[in-house]
């Protein structure tokens, strides 16, 4: 197939080859059996001597010739007009603005480009021509010589005038052009080298045809990009950015691998900024990083530790203020913080069941599910009593039986008072036993059922648990002495 192939091709260009030599030989052919006109055996030297004779006695006497003193009809042969008027097309214009604008309007740029081939053609073949003429030196002497000299001058003058017409045109045009497209380059021509013709020098077709270098005012400017480029762009980066942590800055390859991260530095940090329909999914974004549980978190009796809070409650508090304002990406540290300032404890409150801010932290508390040694220094500690209380609430809900009632029973002794929030919102006294009571006897605590705990004495026939020594019982030994005595 490529020998064949080949084979075409090289008849092709033999065919070419041979078609280009019969143009060449009939184009000889023309110019032997050229004639020349009438016209161009005039005698013009003798002319030109007379007429220049002429002007000078016309000097020496300070009379006017009477070419020189005819008046023309009109302002036509004088050349006023020839300014506001385009020879190629032929069409005349009343200001210098439509003139300007038709130079500049596409029908005329063609018409030129047709003209400057036409001229460049009837160049070509009249050097063919006088190349095959070759006239002696003597003839160039005679006045037929003189004549034909005079004539390829005149007719060179006006070509190099009208080709430095094109490119003023040209050049003016490039300036103010609205829309320009990308070309490819493309590869020159050679210069093809024609024949001198007699007293002239060789001509180079290439400088005619080759385009003029611009000039710094037609510069092609930059190229602005697109809308649609901008906003691919912008997408680009928007989903580069949307895999990096927002407080250190690190990238990650999938958004199971941001969340790990979040969930476990605690590096939930909002956007800047969010614009029409990222808006949405920015929320339901912040949304889902606010009430998932940490990466590390274990279960809990078998189940989500979030889930130890009733569903109907736990996404009341995710609709609540408080936890999207002050819970949204804290520690342990944030919480503990927050619990120190706390002023009450209590569920819900109010017709609609708002939460409280206690409850609120409790549910964080599950999420990030601290150590257990952290959480017993929570409740060692007798500086803050809410903080305290917070800290056994937790124990309460995710602690096996035998460790809440070791842990529980010894801060019976507490009796400090609390805040407690009603189910109308007033506030009343409560104790701290009275709380811990509650959390060791009642199913229900602020508004959390609580996991089923295993009676006390189950635990002490199973050997768990010591029996228990009530601090009342060495009350009654101390009356009972004091009796006695």
Known sequence: YTEQKQRQQQERDEERRRRLAEQRAAAAADASAYVPQAWEEVDYTRILKEQLDL?????????????QSQTPADDSDLGVGDELACVICDKAFKTAAQKDNHEKSKKHMKAVREARREMLREERQMAKMQQQKKPAADDLESGDGAAQLSDSVVEEDDLVQIIQELEIAQAETGKKTKRKKRQQPQQQPQAEVLPPAPGH??????????????????????RRPTKREQRRERQKAKAQNELA?????????????LFNHIGDTGHALAAKTFKGKSVRRAHFYFLAMANRTAGTAQSVHGTNPQYLIETTFRQRIYDSLYWKDQCFGLTVTGV?????????????YGASRKPTEFLCLTLKLLQLQPDRQMVEVLIDQEEFKYLRALALLYFRLTEAPADIYQKLEPLYRDFRKL??????????????????????????????????????????????LAPRISPLDDDDDDDSASESD
């Open 55 to 67: 002007s000078s006695d016309e000097a020496d006497t300070g009379t006017e010739s009477p070419a």
């Open 245 to 257: 942590c927002n407080v250190c800055n690190k990238e990650f390859a999938s958004r199971n691998q």
């Open 201 to 222: 020098e060789a001509v180079l077709v290439s400088d005619y045809e080759a385009e003029q270098e611009p000039t710094p005012d037609s510069e092609t400017p930059a």
């Open 419 to 464: 805040r407690a929030r009603t189910d109308s919102g007033e506030f009343e006294i409560v104790h701290m036993d009275e709380f811990i009571d509650t959390l060791l006897r009642e199913k229900q605590a602020c508004y959390i059922t609580l996991p089923v705990l295993t009676r006390r004495m189950a635990l002490e026939d199973g050997g768990q």
């Open 336 to 348: 503990m913080e927050k619990a120190a300032g706390l002023g009450s404890v209590g569920g819900c």
